[in-house]
Every structure is written in C-alpha cells, then in structure tokens.
C-alpha cells in the first residue's frame, strides 16, 4: 500500500553526539594501609527521570598491588529486592545499568529514583601504602541512547571507508533458531551462534534486531569485546500489525502497539522515535500481510509522514530479483520528493549459514556496504542518514560501487545532493570492483534512460554525461549482470534537492 506524505512530525531527529560527554558526577577519595579487607561506599543521588547509569572508576597505587573492587547498589541495598545490581570485582573499570540493558556482570533493571552507592571494596593494600581514587558517574535520560561512554558504541577502526555488514537478523532472543548441540531438534538459536556466524562471513558490522525486545543488547555487550574486528549495533524490528520497521541504536523501550492510545499510529511511533535520535527503516514493505507473513507489509491505516524514516529495506535476504521486493515501493517514494536511503538485510533466522526459508538469507546475503567516517554505531548510522550506501545483492566479500558526480566546481556521492543547472552536463564517474562481466544501468525518476537503455559494461570504471535540465530529478547507478539480474543497488545523487 502506497503511503502518503501527509502530517508533519513536531520533533525532528537532533544530531548526534559521538563525543564521550563530560560525567555528571566525580567523586574522589583516598586510602591508607587501614583500609585493608573493608567495604566503602560513595553514595550519590540519583533523580526522577534517569534511565541509565554509568560509572567508571580509576585508582592509583596498582604498582604496589593497591587493589579496588567494585559493585553497584540501588536504594536500599542489600536489604531491597533489587538493591544489588551487580558485582564485578577487578574485572572492569567501566560499567552500566539501565532498564533494557547491563555490562555483564550487573543487572538490568529499573533505575530507581534515590541514594545510589559505588561499592568498593578493597581486598590489598599494603600498610605503609597511600592511594586516591576517582569515579566518574553519568546520569542519562530517556532518550540519550547509547552514548560512547556507556560502551558498545567505541570505533573499532577510524578509518574513513566502505564497511560491509549486514543490518537484519534474529537469534534466539526472538524467533531465529537452529539445530541443537545434538543435532536433533530445533531450538532458539544462541546469540553467540549468530555473531560467529557474521564475523565467520568477514563483515564489519551487524545489527542484531529482535521483534519489539532489547533482552539481546547485555549479551552483546559481552559479545562485543571479543568480536573485536565486526561492530554490534543494537537494533529491534518493531513488529506491528500494520507492518515492521528496523530501529537501529535506541535503547529504550518504545510502544510498537499501534492503534491503542499511546500509539495510535505510525506518526506517533516515528515522533516517539525520533525523539529518541533512532534511525528506523522499513522492512520487505512488499511483503504480503496476511496468514502467510503475519504484519510483514507495510500497511499502514492512514496516511504516514514518510519523513520519520530514513532508510528502506529494498533488499530483504533473497528476494532481490523478486517481484516483491522494496524496488518499486522505495522508487514511490523517491518519486514523491523524499531523501530516503536503501538498505539491505538478511533477516536470517538461522545462526547456522543456511537460510531457513524462501525469504530469509544466509547471514550477509544480501550486503549492505556503508561509508562510513568510523567504524562505530553513530558512524555506520550516520552514514546511513547520508546515504552514502549501497547494496551487494549477492553478498560478496568484494563488489565495489562508487560513484561520484560533478558539474562545474561542485561535487556529489551516492546520497548527496547536487544542484545542476539547466543545459549543464552532469559528469558521473562509476568505480565498480568484483563485477567484471557486468553492465551499468542508470536509473532516472524511476525510469531507465534512453540513450543508457543498452547498459554501460564496467569493468573497474566507467564514466557519462547527463544532461540537466534545472529540474528536480533523483539519478540511480546499479550494476547487473548480463541478463538483467540486480547485482549491486546504488543510492541516488538528488539532483536540485
Ligand atoms: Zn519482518
Ligand atoms: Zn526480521
């Protein structure tokens, strides 16, 4: 079903902070030989509204075996139901707690407004021995998400380049399953088996997104350390009745149940979200929405501002050559004036590599590839937001798109916008990589251009000229092979935008 521009949303997604920000709290202290073999706790206030504290602790004297501790404890303490919120002895300087998520070694829960306490406890320090101690504490709201010091959000890379990833999969914190160690039966598919999975196929980033629960994102918190070459980026697939959407790096909870009064539509989801700064794509919206695919195609009751999402989901696991992939749904869109990036996921349900159905892929079938200026959450995001993206139907480890187009002194990639006056030429330059054999075709408002009807063949790189006109026209590069197939889909350069 075809949406409709129609309701403006009040909120607008503010830019993100990819900086670690300044702590709300330090506190300090000091220890002599005395403190030997006994407890301290820093107390500090939490007020009404926090969702999520972080605590990082540093201490001096580590040369002469001065050593600390640390656990957290909520109002109460011990003598509370849910007053112990973990412990992690030595083991980490660096923890969080919220409602949805925990470092692993404390416990995700409600933050409760009151007296907090850092537990310290020290097991060594030498008699004659003097040591200082700081905490740095944050206190962040609803909205903050997962900002980089509450971990998972660290560069693993700098680099300013294409990642590959793959941006849709389940595991066994929804419904994606495998064989069981004994290789009789099915059953709920381990995260860990997942992740394996991904970082076996060589890609950069993925997105675990579980319908409508977080319950993932603690383990991928642990996950993450040892997967240190392949970012996690913490997603759900909001699953609804009138269709899904993938909501990438929000942390909170977030109401999916459209039609009651909180949320009576998919404008109200979108303001919710993107309050919450989230990046939210549509998924397979071509999907049927009936006994076969429960809630899979985007339906929506009534008209939808499609300015609340930033991508779509036009390749879903294998369907790239399908009828009933995003195609045509996105180029509507593209075609009613929108700036809305492609993407692609694998919606695997299987952490082993084989699909489990005719729709899902093997994990990194298809591909999305993402430039990026680091390898991080906001980085990936970001480039997502920009569209500098495009999708290896295929997923291979090495097909390359990139196209850059000028006119007089300005410039555009794949995303951007570019003003063309009338009668100037526009000069695209294409490199491809992985795809000999194949040809170009350009796409234009939806439409194959004429005079590059026939395909351009490509073999590293190619080049054209299109004529502007002044107007206001969207201008797509994919490569397929000879017979037509999809091979790699570009995003468009917005001509005039
Ligand atoms: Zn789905
Ligand atoms: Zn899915």
Redesign the pocket.
Known sequence: MRALIAIALACLAAAPVSAERAPDLVLTGALSGRDQHTYRELPFDVPKGTSRITVDVDYTGRAEKTTIDLGLLGPGGFEAQDGFRGWSGGGKHRFTVSATDATASYLPGAIEPGRWRILLSIPNIRPASNATFTAKVWLSKDDEGFGPEHGLTAALSSQDRWYRGDL?M?SAHSDGNCTSASGTRKVGCPLFLTVASAARRGLDFIAV?EHNTMSHVSELRELQPYFDTMLLIPAR?VTTFEG?ANLFGVSRTVDFRLGGKAVPDWNALLADVARAHGVISI?HPRRPNDETCMGCGFTPRGPVDMRGFQAIEVVNGRDAQRADSGLPFWEAQLNDGLRITAIGGS?SHDGSDDPRDAYAGAIGTPTTVVHAREQSMEGILDGIRAGHVFVDAEGTRDRLLDVVATTGGARASMGDAIAVPAGAPLHVDVKTAGVTGAVLTVTVDGKRMDQFGKAIPVDGAASFDWPGDGGRHWLRVDVRAPDGGLLVLGNPLYVNH
Do not use: G, I, L, T
Request: hydrophobic share 0%; aromatic share 0%.
């Open positions: 849709h389940h997104s697939e899904h998924n919606d």
